[in-house]
């Protein structure tokens, strides 16, 4: 089944770090396109998170948010560093400052306080066992995401396969329609040379131009090709992964063979049915553009 590049999925858990949010949302855009939202703990494990998104979702642009309720219980996550080596520079140059100038007095804890850059909070790395807790959220999230993509998928095929109904209908009545566009020609060419020649005109001459008229005109080839196009697309419709790309390319096929008969019919209702292909194409176009 098809899916859209559309969606929407989302998952909650408890694990050791505290209750852990997951959302994941999803648009359009020709190639997978990955942004993950995470607090700054989780960094060693971004790589995991993109390879569980990849292998789930092939196509459109992902943004998936994770966010961490701590609770008491769970593993600090600020952790306070001192630089040891800055703090002996530091008061070997106050030192260094009490012998230049006489002063009384040592350095003490306040001086150390005093001096921000030789303490500081760091957020703590979360280890990558972590994962085996985190996984279950973010898969379940995905797959929430999948669901909502399927459902907009089914919406999309519905659409399309119905276009191709009317495709087919127009192309038959096209085919219908073609052999009768020789006779006619046939038709009034014998009638403007009886109306210009008063005498008969050459019978072989006629048929030559009948027939140089029925070569330029035949369609046939392209409607062939047309509807194996049509028979392709319905294929890949029903069978499994991603399919926009081959589909996009399928339809400009479509239409390049569409465009020959319409060039080539030298009919008015054969032209009529030409727009109202091309006018399907286009919008089985811009449904395509919407899936995986």
Known sequence: MIRSMTGYGRASGETSLGEVRVEVRSLNHRFLDLNIRAPKELSALEMEMRDLIRSKVYRGKVDLTLRIEGTSEGPPRMRLEVDWGLIETYLGALEAIKERYGLEGRPNLEHILWARELLSFREVEVQKEVWEELRPVVLEALEALLESRRREGQKIQEDLEARLERV?????????????????????????????????????????????????????????????????????????????????????????????????????????????????????????????
């Open 168 to 292: 087919r209908q127009y192309l038959g009545e096209i085919e219908e329609r073609a052999p009768r566009v020789v006779e006619e020609y046939r038709r009034r060419l014998s009638e403007r040379l009886k109306q210009l020649l008063t005498g008969e005109f050459e019978q072989g001459r006629f048929e030559q131009e009948v027939v140089y008229f029925a070569e330029r005109s035949d369609i046939t080839e392209e409607v062939v090709r047309l509807r194996s196009h049509l028979e392709e697309f319905r294929r890949r419709l029903q069978g499994e992964g991603p399919v926009g790309r081959a589909l996009d390319f399928l339809l400009q096929e479509m239409n390049r063979e569409t465009n020959t008969i319409g060039s080539k019919a030298n009919d008015l209702e054969i032209v009529q049915r030409v727009l109202a292909i091309k006018e399907e194409i286009e919008k089985l176009r811009e449904q395509v553009q919407n899936m995986e």
